[in-house]
């Protein structure tokens, strides 16, 4: 079954039943990405927000905190920051990779210039931390600055790690739990944190968020080498072309003989690629199974993900994030 | 008298009767500015914050918290804070800029590259706050995280203004406000605040440091169409090359004949610049008055400055910060 009929179930469930509340953060998001004195920061904001993002990290929030019975408003809050963040984060990343497309649509560096890109990033991380001081929780702060720091972290050290073909898979990780997973596990425990839920809770809407973002960042970097499915629009080969040391490269690394390894180090390490290179490489990957375990590390992760909610309330929201984690890897299923 | 010899003295003495405690703040910046999985982020931290800048703006944090009579140690993490925010937003402001010499050294986006500018600067921010965070005062961050907004608007305004004829002074200080003032003004109102003062001297103390701010950002913009001294080792006429709408220009717009403002279009607005042009249009400024009237307004605001601190505790601190008001506006007499 393709994508659209199965999978985006569990995400378009949860988008129902968080419908009014998701109403409300957008509210929130418009207003607050609203500039007094500069309206190209609302041009820049708007572009990549209202491209249609799937919204899925702010809705996290909502439904941790709806899931450990909070009642207050705060969480609207927050499901903003956690879009904020991750909108500044997109726009410096399309600056950093100098990227052309995002969600289909031209990149804001592309459309207005780098300058803009950076500075309205700038805004919004800002902007972010004026909505969670509002929430009064020094918790909250402290969850979602430290997510900030591990995030740019992630990045700095992706980018060191480029084309260095002795990037590890415990490297790997601390670069995907940079700059994935600390914002899905900081959008759930922050969930968590604002409705007051019992330390035992807390700690599993983050281990949930934890492992649900590696296994979305790992599917992400599978599907960059074709995965299963390719109906996702995504350039197969961009990872490649860029030299990013990917799970799916790393393992193939690790079990390359030496004529392999002279192949990785060339189209890797030194960047020098010919035409039919991404096609050895995938056929190479392909010999050694290391595709198929990508996709088993993957699923692993979304199982880890699927246990980590036991602590929480048995409530039809459990369910839906339950589905949730089979949803991000059931895209290479 | 030159710069060396005089204007400096409030500054040197200012950092003679906070040394111990600039020294603690200084440990804090190398022990925060540390990342445990990339190493990229302290080396491109260090080149900009050891590369001998002036630390006004923790020295600023410092100053007012202990002339408020505060005992705690919040006030390192503050000024730390306030140091970080500077230098992310310097790191940013030069990939803005295509900047290639800050400090006398080459830029860190020249010695690197643009990406690593941005994701440190981006590490920066979420180090400020985390630091901000441990002080637990709401209030503290509320005027941390509105600066940080005011600054990127700022930036963002001066962005969208460049090369735009029909900028006035209005526009000018608000870009001036955010891109310099709003640190300031944070800098010395979340000195105040940390240490319990009374209302009326958190209000004397944002209204000094936004004074100060305005007054330094109208000479550094003085300097770079000459002022008086050009021993500060600037570029005269960078911003003229950028097309920024500063104080200068504005004034000599403002002032211009048809066959004036046809020059100001042609260099200003389309930006088609030749040889001699820079040297008319410091001919244009000085026939018409418009540098001093410049250096007025600055004076205008280092009296500002100064009047602010009234309803302060009259003590040693009080009298340099009245001096330095003076100081930042004796580089232009």
Redesign the interface.
Known sequence: MSLDETARKPHDALAALLADEMTAVNALIRARMA???????PEVTAHLIEAGGKRLRPMLTLAAARLCGYEGDHHHRLAATVEFIHTA?LL?DD??DESRQRRGRPTANLLWD???S??????L???S??LM?ET?S?RV??IL??A??T???????Q??AAHDLATDEETYL?VVR?KTAALFAAATEAGGVIAAAPEEQVTALRDYGDALGIAFQIVDDLLDYGGVSTTLGKNVGDDFREGKLTMPVIKAVATADAAERAFWSRVIEKGRQEAGDLDHALALMTRHGTLSATRDAALGWAARAKAALAPLPDAPLRAMLSDLAAYVVARVN
């Open positions: 500039s007094e004195h500069a309206p190209r920061i984060t410096h600056v950093v780098n300058q803009s950076v500075l309205v990033g700038d805004y991380f800002a902007r931390f004026q001081v009064g020094l702060l402290d600055s430290n900030a720091a995030i740019a972290e992630g990045e700095v050290l980018l060191t601390k940079g």
